[in-house]
């Protein structure tokens, strides 16, 4: 059985155990949903505190005290975050750093660091809000919130908003947030309408995840769409990505008629970066899908190795991780597949004497 079967699988069956009005409950008419806007905005206290009270998560990696949370590596580390899954697509825990085997460009790495716990991270959403994505968007909003209740409650959370254009849905002096209900006003702040900036909205959050002081970066990207308006390129992205650490877990509802959808890219983001890209078929899934992806992210394991080439060539160098237990049978590892290595430039010294030469 494929990742992708396996994982359609659990999504209808945690789907199927949701009371059916879950959903029901958002499909409105534009006169509704005029009305359910403002209703949403004036009872967001009631919302936020059934959120609060629903928040848990099943047996999460172990949690550090006292908040802290940073992990002390020198610039040369290669840091990856790793998921480990057994022959059902279930999660793995209880693993130790010998039960790893890291290869960079097929060489193997020694592993400095290894923990499994439950750190905070910094997350951004990425929400596609152009025209089509409109009679979508009480469900995707209710979705993300299933997200934030299930995830750490000391991460760092943050909403981009795109269409044609792209935008923050927080204030200007509030990079992120730990509360919901300034999470429930970011995503419900704009009017879907326009085309798709898939790319630029990428790039943004990208961008934006470098302000986050937590060591692990993550963006959830929900779109129904290719990408239309972008001043960005795909490749242009992709090559972000690479030379970061974020891990993209990406949601596709396409509509079955639609010329514009392009999964293939969503995949190729997730891929790169070690997340996955899932296509559920009916709305009501993607609730459970957001769950699961908080699960995924708390129950990753952090390995961190030197490489044994420094040499900052430009290359691209490709990883692969591997993970053996006894009677545990066939395990899979799901981790970024590689990473760019900057270009070296000169140093300051080599340019002063040339400098010095010349004079």
């Given at each position: ?21 879950l ?86 790495q ?103 002081n ?9 779109s ?47 891929k ?39 040499s ?12 053996i ?15 760019s ?19």
């Amino acid at each position: 059985m494929t990742e992708t079967a396996a994982i359609t699988r659990r999504v209808r069956g945690e789907a199927r155990k949701k009371s059916p009005n879950l959903f029901n409950n958002h499909a409105r008419s534009s006169k509704n949903k005029t009305v359910a806007y403002h209703c949403l905005i004036a009872l967001i206290g009631l919302i936020v505190t059934q959120f609060v009270a629903g928040a848990q998560v099943s047996q999460p990696a172990q949690s550090r005290p006292d908040g802290e949370y940073t992990i002390k590596l020198n610039a040369d580390m290669v840091i990856l975050s790793a998921t480990v899954l057994d022959s059902h697509n279930a999660l793995v825990s209880g693993l130790g750093k010998d039960n790893f085997e890291v290869y960079e460009d097929r060489v193997a790495q020694q592993i400095k660091h290894f923990s499994h716990e439950d750190i905070p991270v910094t997350v951004g959403i990425l929400v596609d809000n152009s025209g089509s994505m409109g009679p979508k968007r009480d469900d995707v909003i209710a979705a993300a919130m299933d997200f934030a209740r299930s995830s750490n409650p000391q991460d760092q959370m943050f909403v981009v908003n795109f269409n044609d254009r792209v935008s923050f849905g927080l204030p200007a002096d509030k990079p992120f947030t730990d509360r919901q209900d300034q999470l429930l006003l970011a995503l419900s702040a704009i009017r879907a309408i326009g085309q798709t900036s898939l790319y630029d909205g990428i790039a943004a959050g990208l961008d934006h995840l470098k302000q986050g002081n937590r060591d692990k970066k993550v963006l959830i990207l929900i779109s129904d769409g290719g990408d239309n308006a972008s001043k960005h390129s795909v490749a242009q992205v992709i090559g972000m990505a690479k030379q970061s650490t974020v891990i993209i877990y990406a949601i596709g509802i396409f509509d079955e008629h639609d010329g514009d959808q392009n999964p293939g890219v969503l995949k190729r983001f997730a891929k790169e970066t070690g997340g996955v890209a899932y296509f559920p078929e009916s709305l009501k899934d993607i609730g459970p899908i957001c769950e699961m992806i908080a699960r995924d992210i708390r129950n990753q394991y952090t390995l961190t190795y030197a490489p044994k080439v420094t040499s900052q060539d430009g290359r691209y160098r490709t990883i692969q991780v591997t993970a053996i237990a006894p009677g545990a049978g066939r395990l899979s590892v799901r981790t970024r597949t590689g990473y760019s290595v900057p270009l070296s430039t000169p140093t300051a010294a080599s340019e002063t004497t040339s400098h010095d030469t010349r004079n």
